[in-house]
C-alpha cells in the first residue's frame, strides 16, 4: 500500500501566538527570543522577515535590521499549551503521530483515507481544525515519505498545502536546491556546491563514486537516495520529547554566587511550568555552565522521583551548579534541563515521615496546590507578576 505521509509544520508559531494574544501586534514585525546583548532570535514574524530576521540571528542584528521591530521574550509555557491543542487535532486523525518540536509534527494518515478522505482532505481538515481551536495556520505537505513531505510543506508558507502526488516526487524534487537535502548542513552544501551540483537533480545524476569523495559514502547514499524521493523511515508515534530547558546568556558575566543561585532558581521554576503544562514530570534533571570566553560544562543527577516541582528541580540544579562553578567564578551562560521525561501530571508520590505531617513544608501535596496557584497567577498576569522567596 502507498503510504500517506504529512508533515505539519505552525508558521512563524512563537510570533503567530504572540501576535494572536495581542491584537496591537498584529501586522507589525515580532521577534520572539533572548532580548540581552547576547540574546539571539527564536522566532520571527514574516512581517519582521522581510527584513532578513531569520532564526538563531543575535538579537542585536535584528535590531540592526529593523529597528521597528517588537521584541518579546518567550512564553514557553504558553507555547506548550498551544502545541497540546495542536496536538490533539493531529491525535483525531491519526494515532501514529511523531512530533519533531512544538510547532511541528509527521502524520502518517494511511489508515485514515477510508474515513477521512485522500491526503488532501485529510490536510484541509487539519488546517481549519487548528485555525478553529488556535486562531493559528499551519502549512501541510503531502507525500508518500517523510522527506517529501517536509520538503513541501515549506514551499508555500504561510498556511500552504503542497501535495506530491505519488509518481511525481522525483521531478518535484529536480529542480529544487541542494540546501533542501535533509541532513546537508552548510558545509555539505558547500562541498555539494564545489562540484557543480546545485540542485536535487544533479546530485541525483552524479556518478555515486565522485559524490562520495567529496562527501562520505554514507552521506553521498543518503543524498542520493532523498534526491530520487526515496526515504524508508516510519513515522515514530511514540517520539516525544527527551527534554525541557531552559537557559540565560547574560549581558555581563555574572559572578555574585546569590545571582547565580537566584538565576538558578528562576531557569527552575520555568521548566517546571513547562513540565506542568505539558503533563510530564523528569527523573533527570541537568545544568549547563558557560564560562568567558567559551568554556562550556554540563552536570546531571539522576533524581530519587520523577517531579515536575519547582523546589525539587531548583534543589538539584543548584547542587549541581554548585559542583561545576567555583564560588565567584564568572558565568557567561546558565541552563537547567529536565530529562528522562514520563508521563503524569504531578510528581511521583512520597511516602511521608515517621513524625511528618500531611500538609507541613515539603508534603508534595502542598507542594503541588501552591503550584497550581502560582501557574495561575502568572498565566492570568505574566511571568514577573509572582516569584518564590529567594
Request: hydrophobic share 45%; aromatic share 4%.
Amino acid at each position: 500500500m502507498v503510504r500517506t505521509v504529512l508533515h505539519a509544520d505552525m508558521d512563524a508559531f512563537y510570533a503567530s501566538v504572540e501576535q494572536r494574544d495581542d491584537p496591537a501586534l498584529r501586522g507589525r514585525p515580532v521577534v520572539v527570543g533572548g532580548l540581552g546583548r547576547r540574546g539571539v532570535v527564536s522566532t520571527a514574524s514574516y512581517e519582521a522577515r522581510k527584513f532578513g530576521i531569520r532564526s538563531a540571528m543575535p538579537i542585536g542584528e535584528a535590531r540592526r535590521r529593523c529597528p521597528d521591530a517588537v521584541f518579546v521574550r518567550p512564553r514557553m509555557e504558553v507555547y506548550a499549551a498551544v502545541s497540546a491543542e495542536i496536538r490533539a487535532v493531529f491525535d483525531a486523525c491519526t494515532p501514529l503521530v511523531e512530533p519533531l518540536s512544538l510547532d511541528e509534527a509527521f502524520l502518517d494518515v494511511t489508515g485514515s483515507r477510508a474515513l477521512l478522505g485522500d491526503g488532501e482532505a485529510i490536510a484541509r481538515r487539519i488546517q481549519a481544525e487548528v485555525r478553529a481551536r488556535t486562531g493559528l495556520s499551519v502549512s501541510v505537505g503531502v507525500a508518500t515519505t517523510k522527506f517529501v513531505a517536509k520538503v513541501a510543506s515549506d514551499l508555500h508558507k504561510p498556511a500552504g498545502l503542497t501535495v506530491v502526488s505519488p509518481g511525481t516526487e522525483q521531478a518535484f524534487l529536480d529542480p529544487l536546491p541542494v540546501r533542501r537535502l535533509w541532513g546537508a548542513g552548510p558545509v555539505q552544501q558547500e562541498r555539494l556546491l564545489a562540484l557543480g551540483l546545485e540542485t536535487l537533480r544533479d546530485v541525483r545524476e552524479v556518478p555515486l563514486a565522485a559524490l562520495a569523495q567529496r562527501v562520505g559514502a554514507a552521506a553521498a547514499e543518503r543524498f542520493q537516495q532523498l534526491a530520487r524521493g526515496i526515504d524508508l523511515r516510519p513515522v515514530e508515534p511514540d517520539r516525544d520529547a527527551k527534554s525541557i530547558g531552559s537557559e540565560r546568556t547574560f549581558d555581563e558575566d555574572l559572578t555574585a554566587d546569590d545571582d547565580v543561585r537566584r538565576v538558578v532558581g528562576r531557569l527552575a521554576a520555568e521548566v517546571g511550568r513547562r513540565l506542568r503544562a505539558a503533563g510530564i514530570v523528569a527523573r533527570t534533571v541537568r545544568v549547563k555552565v558557560r564560562f568567558p570566553p567559551f568554556r562550556t560544562l554540563t552536570r546531571q543527577v539522576r533524581l530519587t522521583a520523577a517531579t515536575d516541582d519547582d523546589v525539587v528541580l531548583a534543589d538539584a540544579a543548584l547542587e549541581l551548579c554548585a559542583a561545576a562553578r567555583a564560588p565567584g567564578e564568572p558565568v557567561r551562560l546558565l541552563g537547567v534541563t529536565a530529562a528522562d521525561l514520563v508521563p503524569g501530571g504531578a510528581s511521583e508520590p512520597r511516602q511521608l515521615g515517621l513524625f511528618e505531617q500531611e500538609g507541613a513544608a515539603g508534603d508534595p501535596e502542598r507542594g503541588r496546590r501552591l503550584n497550581a496557584a502560582l501557574d495561575a497567577i502568572r498565566e492570568r498576569f505574566g511571568d514577573a507578576a509572582i516569584r518564590r522567596g529567594e
